[in-house]
């Protein structure tokens, strides 16, 4: 069975980092694209990275929006993917989740985890 | 950054035929065409559907997809009071390099 469970969420301070952990169990995390999301309270969804999988040099992408304050990386010998954050406004809070891609698609994303939240608070 | 467009909401009645729409643009849907996520209140989302109405295991027939040009479609057939949730797009952006999203499409089955 597929499990993605992440971890680190909490309250953090505005103008604060966090360090969110993502652990993967039930597949060969190798070999799949890994993604985070997040969703503000009452918002949609948001993808703020990927790092691509061991094929594709575990080259990483990020959305426009976190650039420069965000840092994604992976370690294949633990099946856990981590999402640095720093600088953190209000409107960073929200749920974080981390996402498999599929093989077939990397833009559709078949396995999440329950998520973690995260509170930004001044 | 540019998302893809959602109705913001579609109102159905039980046992009927619902369809829900995302539009995008040439360096994303019509290229790329979209996924389908489901999403129940307080739970993460579901992968409906992906690449050309590829559905992940376990999901029903009564959820298919389609594309025309810029706008892609999730129909879903004989609708169930199970199936009231927030559905979403989703699809790789060549001109942007980035995945996005739309920004969801709240479906209420009367």
């Known amino acids: 069975e597929v499990q993605l469970v992440e971890s680190g969420g909490g309250l953090v301070q505005l103008g604060g980092s966090l360090r969110l952990s993502c652990t993967a169990s039930?597949?060969?995390?190798?070999?799949?694209?890994m993604e985070w999301v997040r969703q503000a309270p009452g918002k949609g969804l948001e993808w703020l990275g990927r790092?691509?999988?061991?094929?594709?040099?575990?080259?990483?992408e990020y959305a426009a929006s976190v650039k420069g304050r965000c840092t994604i990386s992976r370690d294949d010998s633990k099946n856990s993917l981590y999402l640095n954050l720093n600088s953190l406004k209000i409107e960073d809070t929200a749920v974080y989740y981390c996402?498999?891609?599929?093989?077939?698609?990397?833009?559709?994303?078949?396995?999440w985890g329950l998520g973690t939240m995260v509170t930004v608070s001044s | 950054q540019a998302g893809l467009t959602q109705p913001p909401s579609v109102s159905k009645d039980l046992r009927q035929t619902a369809t829900l729409t995302c539009t995008g643009n040439?360096?994303?849907?019509?290229?790329?065409?979209a996924a389908w996520l489901q999403q129940h209140q307080g739970h993460p989302p579901k992968l409906l559907s992906y690449?050309?109405?590829t559905r992940p295991s376990g999901i029903s027939e009564r959820f298919s997809a389609s594309r025309s040009g810029n706008t892609a479609s999730l129909t879903i057939t004989g609708l169930q009071p199970e199936d009231e949730a927030d559905y979403y797009c989703?699809?790789?952006?060549?001109?942007?390099?980035?995945?996005?999203f739309g920004g969801g499409t709240k479906l209420t089955v009367l």
């Open positions: 996402a498999s891609a599929t093989v077939g698609d990397r833009s559709a994303f078949d396995f």
């Open positions: 039930g597949f060969t995390f190798s070999d799949h694209y």
């Open positions: 790092s691509r999988n061991k094929a594709n040099s575990y080259s990483i």
């Open positions: 040439s360096d994303n849907v019509g290229s790329k065409g």
């Open positions: 690449r050309n109405n």
């Open positions: 989703s699809t790789w952006d060549s001109s942007l390099s980035a995945v996005v």
